[in-house]
Structure formats: structure tokens, C-alpha cells
């Protein structure tokens, strides 16, 4: 019996032995140089979802590319259903890999990981559940060639940087011009993520460290959960990556020949996927390995990496669960919101850069002086990370939005962000306070599809405005706030505003002709005495208008009756 017990225990030793080497990757294969294609990556995880109930491949919402997004979920009972995750108060790590498919050790890194926890070699813990995006720029991904990103260290061939429209979805969150933002937006709010995690390889200087970390702005993040990442999470993570033979350090945000001289963090504005995740109360961090490092040593520190996302997590579960939540409860009552902040230099952290001498030798190419590291002579500094950035700028909170349904675009995206909104019943006439846009820059030349609206300055009125039936209503008592006031709010960084959805009330649409229009000009300066007072005065101290006979028309113009309300007037109404 007992003979027979020990050839069943060694049979089923055989048979797991046998089943871990059959889960294998192209990375592995090919002695860690090569990254699989995009049928390979949807193949392999196709089939370690049949082959294990930790893993389900769930197909979501429409790319560029015309394929669907996928999302992977990893778990120890196999939940799929994000509502029972959080029931049964699971914590999620949302891991976001391509959005640069040039840069693909996350894609790779995430393949190792979720077989080593099918065949129980990294046990993830019980309150963990990862979702994972296995590549989403799929049109990039399809895109492949050896002869992108020249300069990287491997792997021999992937994808491009563009999506199927060119577009750097890592600056497409807020603006979703295309469909893969779009579809990341509805995996983001289904997931809720407690962690998003967004793999990268870095460009820039050359050092020793493997990989870079950019952690969310702690001062954008804001409030308890703020302090937590600053003064817990990311010391946590680099002592985790020690302990896995790592020395982690900021993202190298320095392009020039001293990064030894210390370098600000990066600021992550809502464009970005962490400053995005931001505004929904989520820690998020970006891994960048040196592009200059082999592949095979990039995917194990991204794999050391986010078993450092799982342990710590794990481990602070309810501390992470309670702060998520007390931010969300708070930020619904909050009255004043930042929508812009400043560098400060005189706060910073120290941290151990390991780095390499530099200098500057004549180019082979065009003989002038060119910058170069020298690997012989590697250096190690303590250096500072500017990573303070006060609030420069607070705005009050509205009690609600209003915005009329012709701007479906933007109504478009607010429902793609589950804003809780509802439309009017009736036409209703209600006072709001009225924005009018004063002035703003404009990039004169393209970025990502847009000429960004920069520097705007608004003015504000109380005034009586007339609403139709199907305009939508924002409340402002949700966890959506923060979103609303840096998407709505026309001087944020990152709102609808500067990147153009409003565009259209910037340019005039009616107009005159100037002999008829002279006539009634005339007429309307007689009987308002106090106008024409303003448009003599006007060419008292402005001697190129005194000079201008069609300035001063239009200056009686744009004081009447006669011109257009809506010009410059911003359409998003705010009750106080």
C-alpha cells in the first residue's frame, strides 16, 4: 500500500513537472532576446487560461487596431467579477503593459509571473487579485520591426510607439482620441484599482541601476493617501527591490551630462496613465528600465518589481483599503480643489545614485564636441530628488456643472468616466456663474492631434441662462470631483479646455458688413453717449486704433446689442 502510494506521489510529481514546462515563453526560449508577436502574446495567454482556473482572459472593449482589448485576471479562486472582488475586500493591482510596444519587458515579465503563480513557484497572496493588460497598444504592437528605438539594448524585434492612428497613448487618457483609451477607461473603472502599475523602459543617461521608478506626484495625490506613498509605499518598494539584489532608484528625469547633481521628479499630469489614475484616488507608479541594460536583466527586475507591488500591498491591505476609501468619502465634500502647482527647490530627498563619468570627446560625425559616459569609471553619490511641489492655485467647487447637450464630446467622455449626471426634464432658466475666456496661448504647432490651449485666463459673472431640455446636470458631491474640476475647469493643466474640445466658441460667427453696419453704428452712439465716451477715450491712448477706422467699427460692434453672446463664453455653467 505504501509502495503504491509513493509511485501515485511521484506520478503526480512527473505530471506537474511536465505541465511547468510546457507553460513556457518566447523570452525563455530564446535565452531571454526575443519578445513574442502579438498573436503569440494573445495565444499563450488563451491558453494558460484553459489550462488553469487562476486565470481568465477576458476580451473588453475596441482598439484602433481592430482587435479588442484584453484584460487577464490572476487569482487564487479564479474570481473574474470585480463586484465579489471588492465584496470579499480582495485588493487589485492593475498592470498596464505596451502602451510603448518598443518598450516590452512588462509584457514579458508579466507571462513569467502569472506562470510561476499557476505552478505555484510565487505563491501571490490570498487578498491579491491582478489584472493585467497584456499589451495594449495592440496597433504598435503589429507594427514590428528590429530597426525601432536603435538605440535600446534589446530585444531583437517589436513594435512601434504610434498606435494605429500614431497616436502616444501615454498621453491619450484624458483626451481618449482613440479607441484603445477608451477601452482602457472602461477596464480602469471596472477594476478600481488600489494599485496601477504601468510598465516602461526609459530613455536619458547612462548609469548602472537596472530600474527607475516615476511614483505619482505625492503633493498631487494629496492628503493621507499623499503622506502614505511618500513616507511608506515607495521607501517600502525600494527596500523590497534590495532585498531581490535591485538598487532602485527615481526615474532619471535628467538629460544632460550631471545627473549626479540631482534632477526634479517627473510631474505627471493627467495625460499620463498615473496622473490620470491620480484623480481616481489610486496609487500608481510607472517602471522605466534602462534602455541600455540587456533585455533579459530589464524583464527580471520588472518581474522583482512587481512582486514588490504584491507584497507590499498584501500586506497593507486594510491601511491601503482605508485611506482609498477615506479619500473617496472626503473628496465628495471637499470644497476647495488644486489645479496647479509649483516646483519648490528648497525640500528634496537624498537617495544613492549609481552612476558613470562623463564628458565630452569630438564627434566621428560632425567633429564638434559630443557628450559620452565611461563605464570604467563607475561612481556612486548621494543626490537630490526635488520632489516637493506645492499647490499654487485653488479652485471652489461649484455645487454642479451644467452643460448644454450639444457638447456631446465631452458628455461622451464624462459618461465613459461613470460621472454621475442626469439630464434636464424641461427648458429651465436658472442663474449660474458664467465663465468668459480672456486669453490663452495656443501651440503653434501639433501635439498628439491638438494645439494645446495653455496660460488661460477666464473672468467671471452671474447671469441668467436659459437651459433646454436634455442639458445635463453635474452634481458635485462625488467621488468623480476631482476629475470634474481638473477636466471642467478651463485653466487646469490637463482639462477638456486645453485640448480643444471647446474651440468652436473661440472663433467669431457672425459678423457685419461695414457700410451698412456704419450707419447703425452712428445711430447707436447717439443715443448711448456713455459708449462713445469709451471709443473716444480709447483713441486718446491708443494711437495705431485712432489711426484704424475698421478697429473702431468693430469696437462699436463688440459694445452692442449686436454681438454674439457665445463668443469666448465658455459652455460649462457653474451653481454656486
Not at 490570498?126 to 530585444?155: E, M, T
Not at 534602462?290 to 500591498?313: G, N, W
Not at 467671471?460 to 474640476?485: C, E, H, T
Amino acid at each position: 500500500m505504501q509502495k503504491l502510494f509513493v509511485q501515485l506521489l511521484l506520478s503526480l510529481v512527473a505530471v506537474h513537472s511536465s505541465y511547468a514546462q510546457t507553460i513556457t515563453t518566447k523570452f525563455e526560449r530564446s535565452g531571454g532576446k526575443e519578445t513574442p508577436t502579438y498573436s503569440e502574446i494573445i495565444d499563450w495567454w488563451q491558453k494558460l487560461d484553459q489550462q488553469s482556473g487562476k486565470v481568465k482572459m477576458l476580451p473588453m472593449g475596441m482598439t484602433d487596431a481592430g482587435f479588442p482589448l484584453h484584460l487577464i485576471v490572476v487569482s487564487n479562486n479564479g474570481d473574474h467579477n470585480f463586484e465579489n472582488i471588492r465584496k470579499n475586500n480582495k485588493r487589485v493591482i492593475l498592470i498596464n503593459n505596451g502602451i510603448h510596444p518598443g518598450e516590452p519587458d512588462g509584457v514579458d515579465a508579466s507571462m513569467l509571473l502569472a506562470r510561476d503563480i499557476v505552478i505555484n513557484k510565487y505563491k501571490i497572496p490570498g487578498n491579491i487579485v491582478l489584472a493585467i493588460i497584456p499589451i495594449y497598444n495592440i496597433g504598435g504592437c503589429l507594427n514590428r520591426s528590429a530597426n525601432y528605438r536603435v538605440d535600446q539594448n534589446g530585444p531583437e524585434e517589436f513594435g512601434f510607439r504610434g498606435n494605429s492612428q500614431n497616436l502616444d497613448l501615454n498621453r491619450d487618457f484624458i483626451k481618449c482620441d482613440s479607441k484603445d483609451a477608451r477601452a482602457f477607461t472602461e477596464i480602469f473603472h471596472l477594476t478600481d484599482p488600489d494599485v496601477f502599475v504601468d510598465n516602461h523602459v526609459s530613455n536619458g543617461a547612462d548609469y548602472q541601476h537596472i530600474m527607475t521608478l516615476l511614483t505619482t506626484q505625492h503633493n498631487k495625490l494629496g492628503g493621507v493617501m499623499g503622506e502614505f506613498l511618500n513616507k511608506q509605499f515607495e521607501p517600502a518598494l525600494y527596500s523590497l527591490m534590495k532585498e531581490k539584489g535591485f538598487d532602485l532608484i527615481p526615474y532619471v528625469n535628467h538629460f544632460d551630462d550631471r545627473p549626479e547633481n540631482g534632477w526634479p521628479e517627473f510631474w505627471d499630469s493627467p495625460r499620463y496613465g498615473s496622473g490620470y489614475a491620480t484623480l481616481w484616488h489610486t496609487f500608481s507608479f510607472v517602471p522605466e528600465t534602462h534602455l541600455l541594460k540587456p533585455y533579459e536583466q530589464r524583464v527580471k527586475a520588472t518581474y522583482a518589481l512587481m512582486q514588490s507591488f504584491i507584497e507590499f500591498t498584501a500586506r497593507n491591505s486594510e491601511q491601503i483599503k482605508n485611506l482609498r476609501n477615506q479619500t473617496k468619502q472626503s473628496v465628495k465634500s471637499m470644497t476647495d480643489f488644486p489645479v496647479s502647482w509649483s516646483l519648490d527647490r528648497s525640500q528634496f530627498k537624498e537617495v544613492l545614485y549609481k552612476g558613470y563619468e562623463s564628458g565630452h570627446k569630438p564627434s566621428d560625425v560632425s567633429g564638434l564636441p559630443r557628450l559620452y559616459y565611461d563605464r570604467s569609471r563607475p561612481f556612486e553619490k548621494t543626490i537630490k530628488i526635488f520632489n516637493y511641489f506645492p499647490v499654487k492655485s485653488t479652485i471652489k467647487k461649484p455645487a454642479a456643472y451644467i452643460i448644454p447637450q450639444g457638447w456631446w464630446k465631452v458628455i461622451d467622455l464624462l459618461r465613459l468616466n461613470k460621472v454621475q449626471m442626469s439630464q434636464f426634464k424641461k427648458d429651465t432658466s436658472i442663474e449660474a456663474e458664467v465663465y468668459k475666456i480672456e486669453d490663452y496661448k495656443t501651440s503653434p504647432r501639433q501635439y498628439e492631434m491638438h494645439h494645446p490651449n495653455s496660460d488661460t485666463k477666464i473672468s467671471s459673472s452671474l447671469q441668467k441662462v436659459q437651459f433646454k431640455k436634455g442639458d445635463w446636470y453635474i452634481p458635485m458631491n462625488q467621488v468623480a470631483n476631482r476629475f470634474l474640476l481638473e477636466t471642467l475647469e478651463p485653466q487646469a493643466e490637463d482639462s477638456y479646455f486645453a485640448w480643444n474640445y471647446f474651440d468652436a466658441i473661440l472663433g467669431q460667427k457672425e459678423g457685419y458688413s461695414a457700410y451698412v453696419f456704419e450707419d447703425i453704428a452712428a445711430d447707436y452712439l447717439k443715443t448711448n453717449p456713455g459708449l462713445k465716451s469709451k471709443l473716444e477715450q480709447r483713441r486718446i491712448t491708443d494711437t495705431a486704433f485712432a489711426k484704424d477706422g475698421r478697429a473702431q467699427l468693430n469696437f462699436v460692434y463688440q459694445n452692442s446689442p449686436w454681438f454674439e453672446p457665445a463668443y469666448l463664453q465658455y459652455p460649462v455653467y457653474r451653481l454656486q
